[in-house]
């Protein structure tokens, strides 16, 4: 079966750094999608991808956010300047069409991000 | 804006017995609704999806009803086992909403020996 492939699985950075979190979705899906858990909080959306650009952003994806499709295949997340409140689970996502389609979507394993 | 629910907040019941996962949301305007399955620290894994015209879908043992007009929808889970351990979320995308998908707070499921 299919999968959303996410690296790295765990992240440590220092307050300030720039990190980038890597996502190749599923190869045939049109719409890619980023999601963050803050531990013990609902996950929350932040950002979706469409036709190589972004298609609707949360009031949390602000300027030190920016998404990538860099190749046919990858898709990535970028924090130019990470914050202790960054640290999460961050869920690449995708799907085969607008609004999940059929076949709904289709999460990745998450990269939990550590901010110190 | 919308808003999902999930009743109860965590559960435990012994192995065997049946039971059943409460999810509601607040603008009965949706496209689909979709059910996952968190285990602690890992991914999101989909279990069902129901689109808006449907009243319920089945995968095994887990069966999930979708009531749109009451903003609500349901997850049976059949002869619980040890390993249906985990927390459940189920999340809606609203019709002309764009295609973000809004979570429930989640139900943490114990299934035990």
């Known amino acids: 079966e299919p999968e959303v492939t996410q690296t790295p699985s765990h992240q440590v950075t220092q307050m300030g750094q720039e990190v980038i979190l890597r996502c190749v979705p599923i190869?045939?899906?049109?719409?890619f999608y980023w999601y963050r858990q803050i531990l013990g909080q609902k996950v929350e959306f932040l950002v979706s991808?469409?036709?190589?650009?972004?298609?609707?952003k949360s009031e949390i994806f602000d300027d030190q956010f920016s998404v990538e499709r860099p190749d046919g295949s990858n898709f990535t997340l970028k924090i130019r300047s990470t914050k202790l409140e960054d640290s999460a689970m961050y869920f690449c996502?995708?799907?085969?069409?607008?609004?999940?389609?059929?076949?709904?979507?289709?999460f990745g394993s998450g990269t939990r991000l550590t901010v110190v | 804006k919308q808003e999902v629910t999930q009743i109860p907040a965590a559960l435990s019941v012994p192995e065997g017995e049946n039971l059943v996962l409460n999810c509601s949301f607040t603008?009965?305007?949706?496209?689909?609704l979709q059910w996952f399955r968190q285990d602690p620290g890992k991914g999101l894994t989909s279990l069902l999806l129901?689109?808006?015209?449907?009243r319920e879908q089945t995968s095994g043992r887990l069966n999930a009803s979708l009531d749109k007009s009451s903003g609500r929808s349901t997850l049976y889970i059949a002869a619980s086992q040890p390993g249906d351990s985990a927390t459940y979320l189920c999340?809606?995308?609203?019709?002309?909403?764009?295609?973000?998908?809004?979570f429930g707070t989640g139900t943490q499921l114990k299934v035990e020996l």
């Open positions: 996502a995708s799907s085969g069409n607008r609004e999940g389609g059929i076949y709904g979507y289709t």
């Open positions: 190869s045939n899906h049109l719409y």
């Open positions: 991808f469409y036709n190589n650009e972004i298609s609707e």
């Open positions: 603008d009965s305007a949706i496209y689909n």
């Open positions: 129901i689109q808006s015209s449907q």
């Open positions: 999340a809606v995308i609203l019709t002309g909403g764009g295609n973000k998908l809004t």
